[in-house]
């Protein structure tokens, strides 16, 4: 099993490699390429959030709790005092960061149903909604969250799978085929109550339209080949003409 610093960087290639992609099909801006990069980070760590000892588990939950505990109080700002808000701001932060997470301790099992591609993509839809709902990012920038959520979330599965191989003694470790599955095989409730979360929570994402639409269009194709290689001679800049 690869160590969170592993997954962190082997996440952070992958996801900048796409994201460059993205700015080179000029269908994203400089700054939102940040947020898809980040977004592919997030994926990269989010499958260990079903070990109960991980760093992944800690920030994460510390970051929602944050997060949500934020969106909370500035939804309530305009009905509330100062120190109601305070109040409201804790007791979120407090519930999401502490009680949540021991329930979510309990009910999971490491390399079960959160290392499936079902929870990649129930993560996925979660992410392009939230995207879109609370950050109120259009269709195509909150789906595009989504997908780099799932290509990060990708790459945890595979790199896993990949260290289940000892290289030196040509066998396979007790550990492969737990990480990158389709669904929970020993499990089927957790298995039938992600299908279920996955299909609910699509209903939730903003529509595909945009997305579509630009993935189908000429143009960016186009964009993406003609800055894929250098025009000229490599790393020639461009004179600028005063
Ligand atoms: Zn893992």
Same mark, same amino acid.
């Given at each position: 099993m690869a160590d969170f610093h592993t997954h962190l960087s082997v996440a952070a290639a992958g996801s900048g490699l796409c994201s460059t992609l993205c700015l080179g099909a000029g269908i994203v801006s400089q700054t939102e390429v940040v947020m898809l990069w980040s977004a592919g980070m997030l994926g990269g760590i989010l499958p260990d959030i079903d070990s109960d000892n991980s760093t992944a588990i800690r920030i994460i939950f510390t970051s929602l709790a944050t997060l949500f505990a934020f969106l909370l109080m500035f939804n309530q700002a305009e009905y509330l005092s100062v120190l109601e808000l305070w109040v409201l701001w804790l007791a979120c932060y407090l519930s999401i960061r502490y009680l949540l997470?021991?329930?979510?301790?309990?009910? @999971?099992?490491?390399?079960?149903?959160?290392?499936?591609? %079902?929870?990649? %993509?129930?993560? !996925?839809? !979660?992410?392009?909604?939230?995207?879109?709902?609370?950050?109120?990012?259009?269709?195509?920038?909150?789906?595009?969250?989504?997908?780099?959520?799932?290509?990060?979330?990708?790459?945890?599965?595979?790199?896993?799978?990949? $260290?289940?191989?000892?290289?030196?003694?040509?066998?396979?470790?007790?550990?492969?085929? #737990?990480?990158?599955?389709?669904?929970? $095989?020993?499990?089927?409730?957790?298995?039938?109550?992600?299908?279920?979360?996955?299909?609910?929570?699509?209903?939730? #994402?903003?529509?595909?339209?945009?997305?579509?639409?630009? %993935? @189908?269009?000429?143009? #960016?194709?186009?964009?993406?080949?003609?800055?894929?290689?250098?025009?000229?001679?490599?790393?020639?800049?461009?004179?600028?003409?005063?």
């Open positions: 997470l021991t329930a979510f301790i309990q009910f @999971t099992r490491h390399r079960g149903i959160f290392h499936s591609l %079902l929870a990649g %993509l129930f993560f !996925c839809f !979660c992410a392009a909604a939230i995207s879109h709902h609370f950050f109120i990012l259009n269709g195509l920038l909150a789906w595009l969250v989504g997908i780099f959520v799932l290509v990060g979330f990708l790459i945890h599965l595979l790199l896993d799978e990949f $260290y289940s191989v000892d290289f030196m003694n040509k066998r396979l470790k007790q550990s492969a085929g #737990t990480a990158f599955k389709l669904i929970d $095989y020993n499990n089927a409730v957790t298995s039938g109550l992600m299908g279920v979360a996955v299909i609910l929570m699509f209903f939730l #994402t903003p529509s595909t339209e945009l997305l579509i639409n630009t %993935l @189908t269009s000429q143009d #960016t194709w186009q964009a993406v080949s003609s800055h894929f290689l250098p025009a000229g001679t490599w790393f020639q800049v461009p004179q600028v003409v005063q």
